[in-house]
């Protein structure tokens, strides 16, 4: 049982990956695309997730597999930036998993402050290889914080849902160790 749990915290980053990239095109305004650039990044969310309750090992895993799939097929201009930033922010947010947070908001401020984060390492490295020529300071204000912002709503929607399964997760863990 508890492989087959493991394999659903895959299916579910792979669905959200899907999902991300191909429905929230259309769903979200054009003017959210346009002007301020908001991008949902659901998997980096599921990844911090991950970090805080499950640990940052496997945050590390999930974020470096999913972030070089997402530099393959979406961001194919330098291969590695995501794997390295989603990898990277996973391992630090998941250093925070001491404090044990179980409070709604200490979550979803780590969340946004992560995905804040990720959005910045790879601003800041496709600035210092010359991909991009966006000034880090519009870069800042408008990918960034609406991004990090957007992504903290959806963090907040689900956070019921994730402790629950997270914690179910985590039930069947203590039990198969006890047996």
Known sequence: MRGLRRHYRWLLLLLLFIVQGTLMPWILPES?????????????VIILYYALYLGR????????IFGLLQDFIYYGHMIGVFSFAMG????LIGLMQVFRPHFVLYTVVLIGVGVALC????GSLYLL???????????????????????MLFALAIY???????????LVKKEGEAS
């Open 88 to 91: 990277l922010t996973g391992y």
């Open 32 to 44: 959210w695309q346009s002007s301020v650039h908001i991008s949902p990044n659901f998997v980096l």
């Open 160 to 170: 019921i849902p994730m402790r629950k399964w997270i914690d179910s997760m985590n």
């Open 129 to 151: 290889f010359n991909v991009t020529k966006v000034p880090y300071m519009f870069a800042l204000t408008h990918y960034v914080l609406p991004s990090a912002l957007f992504n």
């Open 119 to 122: 959005e910045m390492m790879v």
């Open 57 to 64: 090992h496997q945050a590390l895993l999930y974020g470096v």
